[in-house]
């Protein structure tokens, strides 16, 4: 009914940059929260940042001020541009968001499939 699709990962030195894209297709009435997570081998996944309908943001304390999110509406997307990164940041990053659909009456937490971003040294 509702997709998320993850684009934009890939393999980056240490110091580079990857801008992440989440693309929200379906039968879809409003987005409240979007939001990026990642999970590294053998950890948990975390939080990395979110984004609400009105714009404000909140990040994880680890990519303050090298990470932005950023989101269109109109094109139901939620952006993450990764700068300066770092080799801890190599895991796999996926989409998360919440969603109102035109055929039920609640919102759904709906996740991608992640995407791989990789940082070498």
């Known amino acids: 009914q509702v997709q998320l699709v993850e684009s934009g990962g890939g393999l980056v030195q240490a110091g580079g940059s990857l801008r992440l894209s989440c693309a929200a297709s379906?039968?879809?009435?409003?987005?409240?929260?979007m939001g990026w997570y990642r999970q590294a081998p053998g950890k948990r996944r975390e939080l990395v940042a979110i984004?609400?309908?009105?714009?404000?943001?909140n990040y994880a304390d680890s990519v303050k001020g090298r990470f932005t999110i950023s989101r269109d509406n109109a094109k139901n997307t939620v952006y993450l541009q990764m700068n300066n990164l770092k080799r801890e940041d190599t895991a796999v990053y996926y989409c998360?968001?919440?969603?109102?659909?035109?055929?039920?009456?609640?919102?759904?937490?709906?996740w991608g499939q992640g995407t791989h971003g990789t940082v070498s040294s």
């Open positions: 998360n968001a919440e969603v109102r659909m035109t055929t039920l009456p609640h919102s759904y937490d709906t």
């Open positions: 379906g039968s879809i009435s409003s987005i409240r929260n």
């Open positions: 984004v609400t309908s009105g714009g404000s943001t």
